[in-house]
Antibody, heavy 120, light 108 residues
């Protein structure tokens, strides 16, 4: 059974870079057929898809975040990561990593989520 | 800003049937993209509840059912139970993956 776990700083200063890592257990991220994703949930409960990485290096991002986002993978550690540049208070959210089956449109399973607050 | 609109809240007594609507447009649900539903228990991550408009993953009780018509979709919970008290979100695809505004289900 695949499980995902987010990790990273819970507090980031405005204009700096948010960096999170998702550690996957129960199966290699290098196996084909899955899209490894980042999704965030704002304090008001709204959900926003950020982007995903697949085939260990191909990426696809939400157009609204594309200029600030980088998703990468480290197959030796079975991890994938999120970097979001030039953060503002509007980026304060719970960040989730999740898996999308290649032929489908849903996300499952999800990690437990990690709260990132942007504040000076 | 969510492009899929849900009612903020619905409520029902144990055993009753409740429905949650998810209203989209011709560029997402109306374009034929699949509708998914997630359940988010308090303090937990969202969990897939319905995929492909009306299919239940293994382990999801059959009292949860999904349907779609035109530019909208619905989630029905029959035989409401206390453990169903949660937030529910629909999801589809537009120019990107899009989620609904979320509905809090309260069991009276």
């Amino acid at each position: 059974q695949v499980q995902l776990q987010e990790s990273g700083p819970g507090l980031v200063k405005p204009s700096q870079t948010l960096s999170l890592t998702c550690t996957v257990s129960g199966g290699p991220i290098s196996s084909g057929g899955f899209y490894w994703s980042w999704i965030r949930q704002f304090p008001g409960k709204g959900l926003e898809w950020i982007g995903y990485i697949y085939n260990s290096g191909n990426t696809y991002y939400n157009p609204s975040l594309k200029t600030r986002v980088l998703i990468s993978a480290d197959t030796s550690k079975n991890q994938f990561s999120l970097r979001l540049n030039y953060v503002t208070a509007a980026d304060t959210a719970v960040y989730y990593c999740a898996r999308r089956p290649g032929e489908e449109d849903w996300f499952d399973p999800w990690g437990q989520g990690t709260l990132v607050t942007v504040s000076s | 800003q969510s492009v899929l609109t849900q009612p903020p809240s619905v409520s029902g007594a144990p055993g009753q049937r409740v429905t949650i609507s998810c209203t989209g447009s011709s560029s997402n649900i109306g374009a034929g993209y699949a509708v998914l539903w997630y359940q988010q228990l308090p303090g937990r991550a969202p969990k897939l509840l319905i995929y492909g408009d009306s299919n239940r993953p293994s382990g999801v009780p059959d009292r949860f059912s999904g349907s779609r018509s035109g530019t909208s979709a619905s989630l029905a919970i029959t035989g409401l139970q206390a453990e169903d008290e949660a937030d529910y979100y629909c999801q589809s695809y537009d120019t990107t993956y899009v989620f609904g505004t979320g509905t809090k289900v309260t069991v009276l």
